[in-house]
């Protein structure tokens, strides 16, 4: 199944449009193309909602935020809305800082997000309860599948919740992904590049839930057989190994 939708992507090459943290803008592109999407990153309010219309698939993350980009992720969100376009929000430490979870507040009360991807300490935010942070980091949770399924509710969306198992929570159900690797935690913008990971997986046809479950597990099998490569030792080695697994012509450890 993985697979068979692994190879639609690669033939459709959809464009994701991806309003993102300058950080990880190199990461992520480099991982889509691995993949096989086709990326854009545009952060200028002037063209946002033209380029959100042009794409397949749009991602909303607010590592590095400024006015001026919370400002194009609504215009380009309520275009990609319009246009049928579907639109991942990643809310990277929203619970940091008030101009973090003000922003992320505007953007979920003025788009419609089909999928809100973030580890539990974000989701917990989400979901109305404490958590400790430092810096955009924040603290583990362990009632993941609660966090999943009440941020899927209150905000009528799919959630992914990142871990050691990730959990999605749709519509009152829950699933889990056990692939990946510790040393993805130790390279900046992994998570960042998952939300556009799973912004491609969703831009292709199929049964929505099926599509991200798939982008799950293929990005945490190619982490799985990156750190196995006899040529890596940590996570400085890991990440060319790791991108030229997601761009494996055949699915990792199948």
């Not at 993985?2 to 480099?30: D, F, G, K, W």
């Not at 919740?161 to 829950?174: F, H, M, N």
């Not at 998570?191 to 049964?207: P, S, V």
Request: glycine share 12%; proline share 3%; hydrophobic share 45%.
């Amino acid at each position: 199944m993985t697979q068979t939708l692994i190879q639609q992507l690669r033939s459709e090459r959809p464009l994701i449009h991806n309003i993102t943290n300058a950080v990880v803008m190199n990461y992520t592109a480099n991982g889509l193309l691995a993949l096989g999407a086709s990326p854009i990153m545009s952060n200028a309010v002037q063209e946002a909602g033209d380029v959100a219309r042009l794409a397949d698939g749009l991602l909303l993350n607010i590592g590095t935020l400024n006015e001026h980009q919370v400002e194009a992720m609504l215009e380009a969100g309520k275009a990609a809305n319009e246009a049928g376009v579907p639109v991942v929000l990643d809310p990277v430490g929203v619970a940091a800082t008030s101009y973090r979870a003000e922003a992320c507040r505007k953007i979920l009360s003025t788009v419609n997000v089909d999928v809100i991807k973030g580890n539990a300490g974000e989701l917990a935010f989400l979901a109305g309860e404490k958590v400790e942070t430092k810096g955009v980091d924040s603290g583990e949770a362990s009632n993941t599948d609660e966090i999943a399924l009440k941020v899927s509710e209150l905000y009528e969306t799919m959630a992914v919740c990142t871990g050691k198992t990730d959990v999605i929570g749709y519509q009152g159900e829950v699933f889990n992904n056990d692939t990946g690797h510790q040393w993805l935690s130790k390279v900046t913008g992994s998570g960042c590049l998952l939300g556009a990971f799973l912004t491609a997986f969703l831009a292709i046809e199929g049964d929505r839930v099926g599509n991200v479950r798939a982008g799950l597990y293929h990005f945490g099998k190619a982490a799985e057989q990156a750190a196995s490569h006899p040529h890596v030792s940590g996570p400085g080695t890991f990440v060319p190994a790791f991108i030229d697994a997601l761009g494996a012509e055949e699915e990792a450890g199948r």
